[in-house]
């Protein structure tokens, strides 16, 4: 207790603030700047009271300081109840501790906090970028705790050094640890920032979003395949289903949204799933959106928690995505699926709603092809083929006027996803068909042979659906008709030339970075699978590899071998260390000798010099006079006039009596 | 170099018979610049040894008998006016030579102890506001006898601590007086004593000194035996790092006379009770002024090779 008493020491000062700055530093960009601000003036303040030039606030100041942060919170925050403004009040207190830092205990105190405010960091980020500066941070906090111990420890490179030594040697721990600490599920849960822009697919499509789309190269879904990987013409990642159209933008419409009464199965499926397998099992990994549709195959179903499943043949997630998230999902494709109940009226309706007015040439155009072909994929044929004819694929179609569709259609005949699936849609409902646009992603590109699908923002697509009676919805993708290379390649290879064309640099056209991106994809893929998503279950799945069976003996065995290792590890290294490391060789060969000379009969005083010894072997034991003067002239010179020829000659003295003896 | 010395050490032994290792020591002590304290009863050969010191190595060489009465200006020297040229003018004391005895030390009153001490520190000296330096190369070897002896003044710690060594002579052997009733006579054999060399050849051994070369082994040493006097329970306190420095630099000197461009653990084991004797004691009120057993006791607990 004492010593926690003692004044900080000067020199350490420096540390702490630096270690202070690296745990903000991340948290800099997510607080108010005030909070910076408050930061650096109270760095300031102890600063000058450590050159002498102010005192340590009063309580008066500090109360004052005290009701301003409280004040500036509240006024920042609206909601205290939520993970910004609780990561907010941590920083503002750790910030506030430096008025008062006198005591080695004050200096204990805020580094500690220190570790836990840099340990916020990962609830926001949890990629191999911020675990490495996680990692740089606990080395400088444990650098400052090192350097609180006075007498010149503050040095840079002793600090560190010690901190790093520290480190490395809780490293074992943590992964052991890290491996069998049982994974609880979060206790309570915290309302994260809702108010984040969310990125990606939108609830509602109007023309141009698509193409907004296509200029980000942004990671959206990584998936990767337990079994057989659908080709890649079949790779649609449903994510929305837009069934309102109100003349320029496609919606979800009314009711959809479980927040609106949508109607969600979580658990079991609701409609019953076919006995047999499914086609196709995957996991995807899905960065965060701020939106709760999740995205996956037609049709599917995830026993992941949290997912649930609505009649439009999606998945959906409780809370809506703030980090990346990972499900199962298994697919089986419409048509396995055998017999569809018929559409119900309503759903009928829903899917043939146009707007009152506008488009007329469209309307008559479709109620021609109606009237001229009743069968329903008939009309459908027509209208691809008039696609396929005259259109151009393209990401920078001219803009549209009132009539979207029509101008579209009959004038501009350029366009991208969007256009050509909304105008499809809206052709088929004109010819009265149930059709609706569904969103989501089509393709991907595969990384390290294989391993996992990655879809990037890019990779954004709109297509149809249209109803036949008898066979349920079948998928019909207008893009197709008119740019077959989109499906097939991808977006980058339809639009070559227009791909990425905005970007300031065109890195994307680069073939060696192309590769590396998608190593460093792959990395972080690995890192994420093997690391941030390591729960109960994969836990459970790794003990079970690594013990055969999950029993306390055997996990309590598991944590004690390696421990008792390292501990043996630890113990022989000291002792090594202690008893001969620190000695240079001419010592320890001539400690050689004096254990053989004692096991001879004579013993070395210890204050007894060489010389003096040799004297003594000399007269109690003539014989080995000249041996012994001999080993001592070559200790003397290579112990003390640093000769290293002696001290080979030394070595060779040695081994040529061990040679010789034999007579002791 | 080397026959220098030993040259330098035969003719003095002549004077003092039987006493090369004190010899050695003096010598030892007047190489690494250091002042010399040699106390013992009277009769031993005090005087002797600092005269035939200063008559083989050509210094410039002066005595001062201490007494109880003695004041500073008497070692130190005055300001007379003179009445020709109407001024003052400074007339040296025996302070100002190269070898100064400083006789019965320990018979003056403190004093005029620390007035001499201060010259021993700065070899300088200030009279009147003005700063004299005093003669390089500047030697003082003070005897002293025993403390229990009547009409002693203790030298205290601190100036103790000036002195780089502090050395006694002890009883000659049979041999030497055996010479000595067959009628050797010392004060002869001290007037026949040539020099052998003067002050600047000495000062020019005193930079060969620091040349001699100090392993880190042997640095280890030092340090162990240094570390074992301040926490060794025996004593009370531990030797100062100038008491350490001191102890390194003599046995340099050491090493030096021996002919040797290195240092053994045997020159720090030769000097170390003359040069830490009188820096430490036990603490123990009777044992006052008995370090040098204290040291060797001490000595033979450190391992010269590791800790």
């Known amino acids: 207790m004492s010593q926690s008493r003692e004044m900080l020491p000067r020199e350490s000062l420096l540390w702490i603030f630096a270690a202070q700055f690296a745990a903000l530093l991340p948290q800099f960009a997510l607080l108010p700047l005030w909070i910076v601000c408050a930061w650096a003036f109270a760095v300031y303040w102890r600063l000058e009271v450590y050159r002498g030039r102010r005192d340590l606030p009063g309580r008066t100041i500090k109360l004052l300081a005290v009701a301003l942060a409280v004040g500036g919170l509240a006024l920042s925050y609206r909601r205290w109840f939520a993970l910004e403004p609780m990561v907010a009040l941590l920083a503002v207190s750790f910030t506030l501790k430096n008025l008062e830092l006198v005591s080695r205990r004050d200096a204990f105190l805020s580094l500690l906090l220190a570790y836990f405010v840099a340990a916020t960091l990962f609830v926001f980020e949890q990629t191999i970028p911020h675990a490495f500066y996680g990692a740089v941070c606990v080395v400088l906090i444990t650098a400052a705790l090192a350097a609180q111990q006075g007498s010149s420890s503050a040095r840079p490179r002793r600090a560190l050094g010690l901190s790093l030594r520290l480190l490395a040697q809780a490293v074992p721990l943590m992964l052991l640890l890290f491996i069998v600490m049982p994974r609880l599920g979060p206790l309570w849960a915290v309302p994260q920032n809702t108010d984040g822009a969310s990125t990606g697919i939108s609830d509602s499509m109007s023309p141009g979003d698509f193409a907004q789309l296509s200029k980000s190269d942004k990671p959206a879904l990584r998936i990767a395949f337990d079994g057989p990987v659908p080709p890649p013409e079949q790779r649609y990642w449903r994510g929305l289903v837009y069934s309102d159209f109100d003349g320029r933008r496609w919606s979800q419409g009314f009711g959809v949204d479980p927040r609106e009464g949508g109607r969600v199965s979580w658990g079991p499926p609701q409609q019953p799933l076919p006995a047999v397998g499914p086609r196709y099992r995957y996991r995807v990994i899905q960065e965060p959106t701020h939106n709760r549709w999740l995205f996956a195959m037609a049709r599917p179903h995830s026993d992941t928690d949290g997912v649930g499943e609505t009649p439009d043949d999606r998945l959906l997630k409780k809370a809506p995505v703030y980090n990346r998230f990972a499900y199962e999902v298994r697919t089986w494709p419409r048509e396995t699926l055998g017999a569809v109940p018929d559409l119900s009226d309503f759903e009928r309706s829903r899917n043939l709603q146009l707007p009152g007015g506008g488009n007329p040439r469209t309307r008559a155009w479709a109620q021609e092809l109606r009237a001229k072909n009743p069968d329903t994929e008939e009309i459908s044929r027509r209208i691809l083929q008039f696609y396929n004819r005259r259109f151009v694929y393209t990401l920078k179609p001219p803009a549209l006027g009132a009539d979207s569709v029509d101008e579209f259609l009959f004038e501009s005949q350029q366009g991208f996803c969007e256009h050509f699936a909304g105008s499809y849609v809206f052709a088929m409902r004109a010819a009265g068909v149930p059709a609706r646009v569904v969103a989501g992603y089509q393709g991907g590109e595969w990384v390290a042979q294989e391993e996992y699908l990655l879809v990037r923002e890019y990779d954004a697509h709109a297509w149809a659906e249209i109803w036949i009676p008898g066979r349920g919805w079948r998928r019909v993708d207008p893009t197709a008709a008119v740019s077959p290379e989109r499906i097939r390649d991808g977006l980058r290879s339809a639009a070559a030339e227009e791909f990425m064309q905005d970007s300031l640099f065109p890195l994307h056209r680069i073939s060696v970075l192309n590769r590396l991106r998608l190593q460093w994809d792959m990395i972080n893929y690995r890192w994420y699978q093997s690391v941030v998503s390591f729960d109960s279950d994969r836990q459970r799945g790794l003990l079970q590899r690594i013990l055969g069976e999950v029993s306390p003996l055997r996990i309590a065995l598991f944590i004690a071998v390696p421990l008792g290792a390292a501990l043996l590890c630890v113990l022989s290294w000291l002792w090594w260390s202690g008893c001969s490391r620190r000695l240079p060789p001419a010592s320890r060969l001539y400690r050689k000798f004096c254990r053989r000379m004692a096991r001879a009969g004579i013993e070395r005083r210890p204050g007894e010099a060489p010389r003096d010894f040799a004297r003594r072997v000399r007269a109690e034991k003539p014989h080995l006079g000249p041996m012994v003067e001999r080993i001592t002239a070559a200790f003397e010179k290579a112990a003390y006039c640093e000769d290293q020829e002696a001290e080979k000659q030394l070595r060779r003295l040695l081994r040529q009596w061990r040679v010789a003896d034999g007579w002791w | ?307």
């Open chain 2, 1 to 307: 170099m080397q026959k220098l010395i030993s040259h330098i050490v035969a003719d003095i032994g002549r004077v003092l018979l039987g006493k090369e290792h004190q010899v050695k020591l003096a010598l030892a002590c007047l190489l690494s610049r250091g002042h010399l304290l040699i106390e013992d009863l009277p009769g031993m050969g005090k005087t002797t040894l600092a005269h035939a010191l200063a008559q083989v190595l050509g210094l410039s060489y002066k005595r001062v008998q201490f007494t109880s009465d003695m004041l500073p200006a008497d070692i130190l020297g005055v300001s007379i006016f003179e009445r020709d040229s109407g001024q003052f003018r400074f007339h040296e004391g025996p302070v100002f030579s190269q070898l100064l005895l400083a006789d019965e030390i320990n018979r003056s009153s403190p004093k005029t102890q620390s007035a001499l001490l201060e010259a021993m520190e700065e070899r300088q000296v200030s009279v009147d506001g003005e700063t004299r330096p005093l003669p390089e190369p500047f030697f003082v070897i003070a005897t002293q006898n025993p403390l229990h002896q009547s009409g002693t003044f203790a030298l205290p710690e601190s100036q103790l601590d000036r002195f780089l060594m502090r050395i006694g002579l002890g009883y000659p052997t049979r041999e030497a007086e055996r010479a000595l009733f067959n009628g050797v006579d010392p004060r002869a054999q001290l007037r026949q004593l040539q020099p052998r060399i003067d002050g600047a050849t000495l000062q020019k051994m005193q930079r060969l000194v620091g040349q001699v070369k100090a392993s880190e082994s042997l640095l280890d040493y030092v340090e162990r035996l240094v570390q074992h006097t301040r926490q060794s329970p025996e004593c009370a306190v531990g030797l100062s790092p100038r008491g350490a420095l001191a102890l390194l630099h003599a046995a340099r000197a050491w090493a030096l006379i021996h002919g040797r461009g290195h240092l053994l653990p045997e020159d720090v084991q030769a000097v170390l009770p003359a040069v830490a004797g009188h820096r430490l004691h036990s603490g123990s009120q009777g044992d006052w002024g008995d370090g040098t057993h204290l040291v060797e006791r001490l000595m033979h607990q450190v391992d010269i090779i590791a800790a």
